[in-house]
């Protein structure tokens, strides 16, 4: 048997600085050399070689021009809402000889957008500490605040190429409970993928995100299987509740779209991340094999078998290839 089948692909956390979920780069005290925004732009860095617009080498990330004066500059970035942090990423990669010496992470939580007052409370999550240049430095937090804006502080000035902010969505359940039916594995909602087999051409957290694909890259596929059996992703709820309509979309999968899905679930308040792969194999199904075709949205509700309350998935494919979007439509359960 190829080792292959062996592999376990675990998902990071939410990245709550994410465009998709509505993160934006709402102020920065200057980005000459590179916009603001393409800091939390979610495809990886890259280098473009002679690459120049009218103020310079073109960078892929927020760069600062290069301070004559007293102080340092900062940017400020709205997440893509409340949530608890568990950690950040700060990338330099591709900066150089422009990277900044230093950096420090603070955080607050309002209600708008207008946090650059002196009533703004800000709590300093990650010290002004050294960076290297083309590289990653991850940083783990221990808090239980919540909050919705970052500001990321470089001294004295410089470029950074990503910035990733891990966390979990919060959100007042028991009134969500009495709106009615929402997609319960939406990140937007805090849903989140867990662990997959493969994810050879598109992340399997892809699939929770909001909209429709804009292509095959932004979707989860496979690689083409040349042994027995099939692909599979497990996926964590926002929160517990009762399914009652289920949404695959294949857009823009066409000849690489599955034959068939299946969705299997289960209510689990134990155990680990790791321990889900072995107990998934026994949930029971909430929606049987069902056949799939390209490009296409298919809507089940008849043939969702009802489990009651469920907290976990794991949507099976048959046997390979590509999804772009999976919804789980149901009630929310809190008791």
Sequence with gaps: MSSHTNTLIFSEPTNLADPRLGAEVIYATDDFFADKARLIKPE????????????GKWMDGWETRRKRHEGYDYCIIKLGGKATLHSFLVDTSHFTGNY????????????????????????????????EGNSQRKFELDTDATFTHIRLNIYPDGGIARLRVYGQLQHDWDKLAAEGSIDLVSALNGGRAVVTND???????????????????????????????ND????????????????????????NFPDQCSIQAAFVDYGTD?????????????????????????????????????????????????ISRLRMFGKVVTD
């Design 44 to 55: 990886p860095a890259v280098f473009i070689d002679g690459k120049f617009d009218d103020n």
């Design 232 to 255: 599979w992703a497990i996926f964590e709820l926002a929160c517990a509740g009762e399914i009652e309509t289920i949404e695959v979309d294949t857009a823009h999968f066409k000849g």
């Design 100 to 131: 900044p010496a230093a950096a420090s992470i603070d955080a607050c939580a309002s209600s708008t957008d207008d946090v650059l007052g002196d009533d703004i409370v800000w709590t300093e999550l990650v010290v002004s500490t050294p960076l």
């Design 199 to 229: 994810e050879h051409f598109g992340a399997a957290t892809n699939i929770i995100n909001p909209g429709r694909g804009v292509n095959m890259g932004d979707g989860w596929e496979t690689r083409r299987r040349r042994e027995p059996g």
């Design 274 to 322: 790791e321990s889900l792969v072995p107990q998934s194999i026994f949930w029971r199904e909430l929606l049987p094999p069902q056949s799939l075709s390209m490009d296409a949205i298919a809507r089940f509700e008849k043939e969702i078998i009802a489990l009651g309350k469920i907290s976990h998935i794991r949507l099976n494919t048959f046997p390979d290839g590509g």
